[in-house]
Nanobody, 122 residues
Framework: QVQLVESGGGLVQAGGSLRLSCAAS??????VGWFRQAPGKEREFVAA????????YYADSVKGRFTISRDKDKNTVYLQMNSLKPEDTAVYYC?????????????????WGQGTQVTVSS
């Protein structure tokens, strides 16, 4: 089992920054991803990172603005979000997986956090 706890969400003005954290406990995972879901929309991939090698993957909509990283000693994954836009408003979820595959596909992740709200005002 893996437990994931997100933190760091909040309200920010457009152009601002937030850093989300995902604290993981339990078994070792293969990769951790961030997804988001806005009201009335499907959950979408944001970013992912391989736990061992640190390879990163990003959705086109956040490339150049968001950075995913991990601290192995703290078992924590971060999502640094800069130049935020109103369309980034969503509940952000941390997810973990214990196999390789398609990092962009939510169904392939095995564990999920409870989510943290990010609201960007215009």
């Amino acid at each position: 089992q893996v437990q994931l706890v997100e933190s760091g969400g909040g309200l920010v003005q457009a152009g601002g920054s937030l850093r989300l954290s995902c604290a993981a406990s339990g078994r070792t995972v293969y990769a951790v991803g961030w997804f988001r879901q806005a009201p009335g929309k499907e959950r979408e991939f944001v970013a992912a990172i391989g736990w061992s090698g640190g390879s990163t993957y990003y959705a086109d909509s956040v490339k150049g603005r968001f950075t995913i990283s991990r601290d192995k000693d703290k078992n924590t994954v971060y999502l640094q979000m800069n130049s935020l836009k109103p369309e980034d408003t969503a509940v952000y979820y941390c997810a973990a997986r214990y196999t390789t595959g398609n990092y962009y596909r939510a169904l392939e992740y095995n564990y999920w956090g409870q989510g943290t709200q990010v609201t960007v005002s215009s």
